[in-house]
Nanobody
Framework: QVQLVESGGGLVQAGGSLRLSCAASGSVFSYSIMAWYRQAPGKQREMVAVISSGGFTNYAKPVKGRFTISRDNAENTIYLEMNSLKPEDTAVYYC?????????WGQGTQVTVSL
């Protein structure tokens, strides 16, 4: 059974930084595609950043150049370094593991960016 536990969310002023972590249980982490998604109030969940098992990354346009996704396979953990945060980054951030055909989600962590 895979479990994903996010941490690191909080309240930060615009222009500030936060680092999210997602710890995964189970033995499939090192060969899984991992991603961060977010969902703002009244909006659909959207992909923020994705990292392959080999470390290739891709980012949504609104966060490109400001956010960095990384993974530590020895620790079964992924990270999302968020810099130059904007109020529009406010959302619940979810960790995702894609291990075909299964899709796993964490419980989410709130990120709030104030003016």
């Amino acid at each position: 059974q895979v479990q994903l536990v996010e941490s690191g969310g909080g309240l930060v002023q615009a222009g500030g930084s936060l680092r999210l972590s997602c710890a995964a249980s189970g033995s499939v982490f090192s060969y899984s595609i991992m991603a961060w998604y977010r969902q703002a109030p009244g909006k659909q969940r959207e992909m923020v950043a994705v990292i392959s098992s080999g470390g290739f990354t891709n980012y949504a346009k609104p966060v490109k150049g400001r956010f960095t996704i990384s993974r530590d396979n020895a620790e079964n953990t992924i990270y999302l370094e968020m810099n130059s945060l904007k109020p529009e980054d406010t959302a619940v951030y979810y960790c995702n593991m894609f291990q075909p055909p299964n899709d796993y989600w964490g419980q989410g962590t709130q990120v709030t960016v104030s003016l």
